[in-house]
């Protein structure tokens, strides 16, 4: 499969590009390739290069208390991370800080950095690198993650070294000083802490998006925002014509049309939008639908901003936000057909 490409002209008719277009995907709770790391941590992909393109890989990591991966630096991914549950005590770059649910943490590239959960319980957190291609390092380490978990085990600095040259990963020894930066590439750059709550919003139609990284931060390699939809809300039915599209839901059920194909996206479901795929997500519910979002590359932001409001306030217009996403979205790339769409919220 050819590697998904940005056309040269953003609102050229997608349907041309259809033969090199992938499907896309749920992914429910407990599904996905699942791998023990280091004995007893569990990591469960639930997307691989080969589902993204190679655009980038997802996964859900649960590892126990005292565990975490030790201090290292990537020369050609991006990490971000979105603590789901637990506490973790993280360093990169100029932060040291005890971080709980809620907390998105990027890592860029040639920043060492490392986290270690230091809660009573195992912990839940997304991880996700762009490009994809990283996730091979754990898969070949890994033990299978249909087998009984082992007892904790390590590893020497030196020995995961030997095996990391393919994945452009090198862990080194922890040490005080986070701030050292031991490859070129992570000069004038820094690592990036939003806390629960923090991020810039925006409002239309029902749903508030608030944009924890922006592709000014990541050198554009990706957008992440929480999405939270109102009941009766939601984005209309949408394609891309550059941007690959990660949603997790976190909590309620999310109504997901892609493609052909509608799904029920539970809470801890993952669904996959490859670009150029018709999507639409709704909250047919009656609590907030919530979600967290990866959209790869960086920018669609700057959409956020062109065609949404800074918040709900008074003077509530769904028809008008609906018309400014369609007017505004050929800027971006953005083809939205609030034809097929099921209306205004309700």
Do not use: Q
């Not at 998105?104 to 490392?114: D, S």
């Not at 918040?311 to 790339?333: A, C, H, I, K, Q």
Request: charged share 25%; proline share 9%.
């Amino acid at each position: 499969m050819a590697k998904a490409r940005t056309p040269g002209n953003l609102n050229r008719p997608i349907e041309r590009d259809a033969p090199l277009l992938r499907r896309g995907k749920l992914v429910e709770p407990g599904e996905g390739v699942s791998i023990w790391w280091m004995g007893d941590d569990r990591i469960t992909f639930a997307a691989v290069s080969e589902d993204t393109g190679s655009e980038y890989a997802f996964w859900l990591d649960y590892p126990p208390p005292g565990t975490g991966p030790p201090r290292h630096v990537h020369s050609r991914e991006e990490e971000g991370f979105f603590l789901l549950h637990g506490k973790l005590d993280l360093k990169a770059g100029g932060i040291h800080a005890t971080v709980s649910d809620g907390t998105f943490f990027a890592a860029p590239r040639g920043i060492a950095h490392e986290w270690r959960n230091v809660g009573e319980d195992n912990a839940e957190l997304i991880t996700f690198t762009t490009p994809g291609g990283n996730e091979g390092f754990f898969l070949e380490l890994g033990a299978p993650g249909d087998e009984p978990p082992r007892e904790h085990g390590t590893m020497p600095v030196a020995e995961i070294n030997a095996r990391t040259p393919r994945y452009g990963v090198t862990y080194l020894e922890s040490g005080p000083d986070g701030r050292e930066r031991p490859l070129p590439i992570g000069e004038g750059r820094g690592p990036t802490l939003v806390l629960p709550g923090e991020g810039d919003r925006r409002y239309a139609a029902g749903a508030t998006y608030t944009i924890k990284a922006a592709g000014l931060a990541t050198a554009n390699a990706y957008t992440v925002a929480e999405i939270a939809l109102e009941p009766g809300g939601g984005m209309p039915a949408h394609r891309h014509a550059r941007y690959e599209e990660a949603f997790y839901v976190l909590e309620g059920t999310a109504a997901v049309l892609v493609g052909a194909e509608e799904y029920e996206a539970s809470a801890g479901s993952a669904v996959l939008v490859p670009w150029g795929v018709r999507h639409r997500v709704r909250n047919r519910g009656d609590g907030i639908v919530r979600l967290f979002n990866l959209t790869v590359p960086g920018g669609i932001e700057e959409y956020y901003r062109a065609a949404c409001r800074p918040s709900p306030g008074p003077g509530s217009d769904p028809e008008g936000d609906l018309n400014r996403l369609r007017e505004t979205g050929s800027r971006f790339g953005i083809d939205v057909d609030i034809g097929i769409d099921e209306g205004a919220p309700d």
